[in-house]
T-cell receptor, first 116, second 112 residues
């Protein structure tokens, strides 16, 4: 299994500002995923980040609002731009593990964001 | 659309009682199914996964789940609940050549 760390673990931000969340993995991985978990709800995939290419965004998420960087095989960042209270959520990164074709994903501890 | 449904947003059991968390999926192709647990203020941890091998899958912490194709179900069980099992549980599916899709989650409450 992969060990994933995220920074910051939590933050309180003012509306209109931006926050960059870092995700570090202890091994090289091809794909990294960013999820949003709104209060009391399930996880929603924001985008898939491959090293060396543009991130692929899911319906309802756009690059201008959630720019993603993937500079190498162990690191990624997600920026939440021009924040509003509706962006208050837990943001989680994950990676695929295992040796099969359809593998489980391993998750970081999450970043708990509150926007005032 | 491919999806997964978890019946019951909250399940309450007494310590030592059977835990049963329900998950049904819809998929036109054989799915890959997972159960994750999220403890308070933590990320998700994989409990177990089904990938077309044995239909009864054993996971960590005494949990197991049975894949029943005829019922399109993958319910999670544990014979005897412990206080430390209190958490949010998510069923998830990879329906064919697609991305992981999560259910809405079930919060397990364990009383003494």
């Amino acid at each position: 299994s992969a060990v994933i760390s995220q920074k910051p673990s939590r933050d309180i931000c003012q509306r209109g500002t931006s926050l960059t969340i870092q995700c570090q993995v202890d091994s090289q991985v091809t794909m990294m995923f960013w999820y949003r978990q709104q209060p009391g709800q399930s996880l929603t995939l924001i985008a898939t980040a491959n090293q060396g290419s543009e991130a692929t965004y899911e319906s309802g998420f756009v690059i201008d609002k959630f720019p993603i960087s993937r500079p190498n095989l162990t690191f990624s960042t997600l920026t939440v731009s021009n924040m509003s209270p509706e962006d208050s959520s837990i943001y989680l990164c994950s990676v695929e593990g295992g040796t099969g074709h359809y593998n489980e994903q391993f998750f970081g501890p999450g970043t708990r964001l509150t926007v005032l | 659309a491919q999806s997964v449904t978890q019946l019951g947003s909250h399940v309450s059991v007494s310590e030592g009682a059977l835990v049963l968390l329900r998950c049904n999926y819809s998929s036109s192709v054989p799915p890959y199914l997972f159960w994750y647990v999220q403890y308070p203020n933590q990320g998700l941890q994989l409990l177990l996964k089904y990938t077309s091998a044995a239909t009864l899958v054993k996971g960590i912490n005494g949990f197991e789940a049975e894949f029943k194709k005829s019922e399109t179900s993958f319910h999670l069980t544990k014979p005897s609940a412990h206080m430390s099992d209190a958490a949010e549980y998510f069923c998830a599916v990879i329906p064919g050549f697609q991305k992981l899709v999560f259910g809405t989650g079930t919060r397990l409450l364990v009383s003494p």
